[in-house]
Structure formats: C-alpha cells, structure tokens
C-alpha cells in the first residue's frame, strides 16, 4: 500500500510539472508571433548568436556601425513582448508622460553607454553592437538576456522584452 501510494503522489508531481506551461517556451512563442507580424511590414531582422533580435524600422547610416567600445546614445522605450504592450521605462519624454511614467527626476536626454562596458541587460547590449547611426528599430529578446526569472519593478519574472530605439550618435 505504501510503495503504491509513493508511486500515485510520483505520477501526480510528474504530470503536474510537465503541465505547468514552461515560461521560457511562452516567451519564445511570444516572440515568434512578435516577429512574424512584423516581418510583413519589412523584412529588416537581424539576429544575433545569443538570440536577441534587432528589427529595423528605419535604415540609418550604414557606414557608421556601432561595435564593442564605441560610445552609442540612444533614446529608448522598453516594453513586455505580451497582448498590451505594456511599457516599464522610457527616456522619450512624451511617451513617459502619456504612460504615467515621469518620474521627476528622470532626464530625458539620450542615454550613452559604451557597448559591452556597461552595466547593460545583456540582450540590450547584444543589440546595440547591430545598430548605425540613426537607425530606429526594437531590440527583442528573452528573459535569459534580461531580467532573467527575478521581477524588476513592474516587470514580472520570465520576461521576454522590447526596446524600440533611436541611435542618435556613435562615437568610435
């Protein structure tokens, strides 16, 4: 009776847990739908070794591409991948304002960061290193190259995210 019982509560904890939906596998999906609505708008998707993606909205200055070292500024709104969209930070004054999002101290000037220097979501700074001068574009990626599963203020654990961007400038 009690080898049957160990047996019952075994089967049980296996078929909970292979039910449980996998959140990285929910990110992923996520991503994928993202994507493919977007690739009937343009076809400019470049992806990284890691997985993070870059989709281009608008071509900047190809002749100045950005790479590890080189000083990028950039105006940014980071966004969940999820049905609303819903932003979490952003240096885009009338965007922070419209979303409830100024916080006071906040500057909206364009952020410059030394990509792969700085203390960076890892699928930020893959994505940055696929950038030119003016280009504008998201950077989209899973949890793994951001937040990981530790929530960070409104966004939750097992996040996969979005940053729409504008390269301003790149200093080699």
């Known amino acids: ?6 047996f019952c509560i075994c089967v049980l904890y296996l078929w909970y847990s292979c039910s449980k939906e996998n959140p990285v596998e929910k990110q992923e999906t996520r991503i ?8 009937g708008k343009n076809p400019g998707l470049k992806l990284s070794q890691t997985g993070a993606v870059f989709y281009l909205y608008s071509p900047g200055d190809t002749t100045v591409k950005a790479s590890v070292g080189d000083s990028v500024y950039f105006y940014y709104a ?8 819903k932003y979490f930070d952003t240096n885009i004054r009338e965007l922070a304002e419209a979303m409830g999002l100024d916080e006071g101290l906040k500057t909206f000037d364009a952020v410059g960061v030394i990509v792969g220097r700085n203390n960076l979501l890892t699928g930020l700074s893959t994505g940055l290193q696929m950038v030119h001068r003016d280009d504008s574009g998201e950077i989209i990626f899973n949890s793994d190259l951001g937040f990981g599963d530790k929530p960070n203020g409104i966004v939750p654990p ?3 995210l979005i940053f729409k961007i504008f390269i301003s400038k790149i200093v080699k």
């Open 1 to 6: 009776m009690k080898k049957s019982l160990v």
């Open 32 to 39: 994928e739908s993202y994507i493919k609505t977007k690739m």
């Open 78 to 85: 980071g966004a969940l991948v999820n049905d609303t969209l």
């Open 158 to 160: 097992n996040s996969a």
